[in-house]
């Protein structure tokens, strides 16, 4: 059963040098460049190096989520020029219980610039727009340093390790567990 989520934003989400936004038909090429790192692939839908369908098709689940009561799935785009960067999705599957979990990743020729830094900051501050969400967890591998530096300078703190808590690439994985949780006092 489809889960009824809060509307699409009506205006883009921007933070710094990003805008998150509806994924498009043009953004095939961040799937394939995003394709081609060794850990992408392993931990969503995106095939690895995906061909110019299998990529398409990937765009098109991504603008599904929302209508199939997931989320929220937006394209990272550089604010200047509007070509897709990374991926950030807000995932509400727990939302009755106040829950949210978030996941990103950014092309790898593009990281280090601030843009998954930004698109997380965009992400959280919509994602308090939603009266009924009261906590929003992050999960990453002890390994992803950039993630962790992404997640605490976005305010998420860490609560923990989870050992063998995840699968990923057919090995169980540890993971970290960032949240950051709605204040006291706020909607």
């Given amino acids: 059963m489809t889960q009824q989520l809060p509307p699409w934003p009506s205006t883009p989400l921007t933070s710094g040098p990003i805008i998150l936004r509806e994924f498009t038909e043009t953004d095939t090429h961040l799937a394939i460049d995003m ?18 369908a299998e990529a398409l098709d990937w765009v098109h689940r991504q603008r599904g989520r929302h209508a199939e009561g997931i989320g ?12 897709a960067v990374g991926a950030i999705g807000l995932w509400l ?15 790898p020729a593009l990281r280090g610039r601030g843009f998954a830094g930004a698109a997380l900051q965009a992400l959280t501050t919509f994602a ?9 967890e992050l999960y990453i591998e002890p390994w992803n340093t ?22 990923i690439g057919g090995v169980r994985r540890d993971m970290l567990v960032y949240a950051a949780t709605r204040l006291a006092g706020a909607l």
């Avoid at 081609?36 to 931990?43: G, H, K």
């Avoid at 599957?93 to 092309?107: D, E, I, P, W």
Wanted: with cysteine; proline share 5%; hydrophobic share 40%.
């Fill in 146 to 167: 950039r993630s962790i530096h992404v997640a605490e300078t976005g305010g998420y703190l860490c609560e923990g390790l989870l050992h063998k808590y995840q699968e």
């Fill in 35 to 52: 394709g081609a790192d060794p850990y992408i692939p392993l931990i969503g839908s995106l095939p690895a190096f995906p061909t110019a």
């Fill in 93 to 107: 599957q727990n939302l009755a219980k106040g829950r949210a979990a978030v996941g990103y990743s950014v092309a």
């Fill in 128 to 136: 308090w727009t939603i009266s009924t969400l009261h906590r929003i």
């Fill in 72 to 83: 929220f799935s937006f394209a990272i785009a550089d604010a200047d020029t509007d070509n």
